[in-house]
């Protein structure tokens, strides 16, 4: 729900304000316009009252250090400053509705979104605990559905104000406890100073639980109440409060669900994996009925990656999706994403990082394991966009070839599927991926330069989706 404007805050010349989005106890949030850049922006000012107890000095260096989160499931940061004593931060404005107003709209999610959405989510924190950086606010709240993603907003800010009132737990101005306490762990609910990830994979399955459910694993009519359940209460199983998920994917939520962080998943990377498995459960046999006459039913397998480098479980779970994307456009092949029942190749492959270096390795596989094809692709980490095409179209270019046109399913066999399926690249296609390009030169640097390429992109994007409104990529690209 968006309000005109009730006070009047400067700010630098460059941001015009436009409406109030959102209001609590600590803070008051704006979209407005960055005249430099020609966007929009999310303007989120802390009260005088949490401003004077931060401090400017101190919130410049947290909002510093959250800056450096360069992630696609995360909403970036970048600025900060103060204004007649209150402290501000600017996001990216995101035009989507959060987990939060589905959950309102909906009452609760299928098991396979509320899984998928849960493992975009670990895949962000997984990235974000590599750093050293814990979220502390994992709720409904703070993430965005965009395209069918799950994209995690104020990441950090939680510290800032945990800091700022003393405790583990935020406060509104006037003493009550926020909703966070519904998805905060035993240890955080404690104060412990010294939490680490695992903090935020409890968060994240007191989320999950809600999604799954309908409610959160606990409530009480007091905010104390309520902690004192996530300190000593187990939750109840998820089947008996209305849930349809899997054994698996439930026992993922009560092994987050963990009182001691010892007893939790080690780390979100693995939780992720999990995830992506779970909501694969209930679809395979829906994948699995291909069409008899389809030349190649094709496994999509995840990228392996080291396991002591989490930044890569991201890019591959990208690189994995473009792929199966790609050949999804092919006629006579049929893309399986789970199980290797009935296929006739097995796609999988490695990410290995070395500094801001990638190098994946994609081979094709015949289900006994002979090696049918195999490629390399290099990249950069700021350029990820440019190794998944080179990576998919590579991959489609090998299915091109070895598919035979006579083996190609009828198109009435393919039902809804668009008529341009099995055209490779449309004229929107064509400009997305010109956009792709011009933004993947705006580099970490900005500058004048970097502006260039960032509208550059912007007009091959906003040129493809007036040809295709609907096109995937592109309001990906845009996003």
Known sequence: MTSPLRD????????????????????????????HLGRYVAIKVLSPDLSSTVGADRFQREIALMAKLVH??????????????????????????????????????????????????????AYAHGMSIIHRDVKPENVFAVAGRAVLADFGIARILGQASGSGYTLTTDGAVLGTVAYMSPEQGLGELLIDGRSDLYSLGCMLYELLCGSPPFSAPTALAVLGKHMTEIPMPLRERGSTSSPELDAIVMHLLQKDAADRPANAADVARAL????????????????????????????????????????ASALGTAVASSLATLPGVRVQLAGSSGASSVIDGSVRRSGQRMRVT????????????????????????ALEDAVSESVAGFFSRSVSPSHTAPSALHGSRSPTASRPLSDADV???????????????????????LDEARAYLSRALALDPRNARGLCAMG
Not at 103 to 116: G, N, Q
């Open 8 to 35: 009047t805050i400067r700010l630098p010349a460059r941001f015009e304000l436009d409406r109030e989005i959102g209001r609590g106890g600590m803070a008051v949030v704006y979209r407005a316009h960055d005249n």
């Open 72 to 125: 696609p499931g995360i909403v970036a940061l970048f600025d900060s400053g103060e204004t007649d004593g209150q402290l501000y931060y600017v996001m990216p404005f995101v035009a989507a509705e959060t987990l939060r107003a589905r959950v309102v709209r909906e009452r609760k999610l299928t098991p396979h979104d509320a899984a998928t959405l849960g493992a975009d989510v670990a895949e962000a924190l």
């Open 276 to 315: 992506r498995a779970a909501s694969q459960a209930g679809h395979s046999s829906a994948v699995v009925a291909a069409p008899i006459d389809t030349a190649e039913i094709v496994v999509v397998g995840s990228l392996a990656y080291a396991d002591d480098d989490p930044a890569c479980a991201p890019i």
């Open 362 to 385: 994609i081979r094709v596989l015949d289900p006994d394991g002979t090696l049918r094809w195999s490629q390399q692709a290099d990249g950069t980490v700021d350029d990820v966009f």
């Open 431 to 453: 400009l997305v991926a010109k956009g792709v390009k011009a933004f993947s030169q705006f580099g970490p640097s900005g500058g004048a330069a970097g502006i260039g390429h």
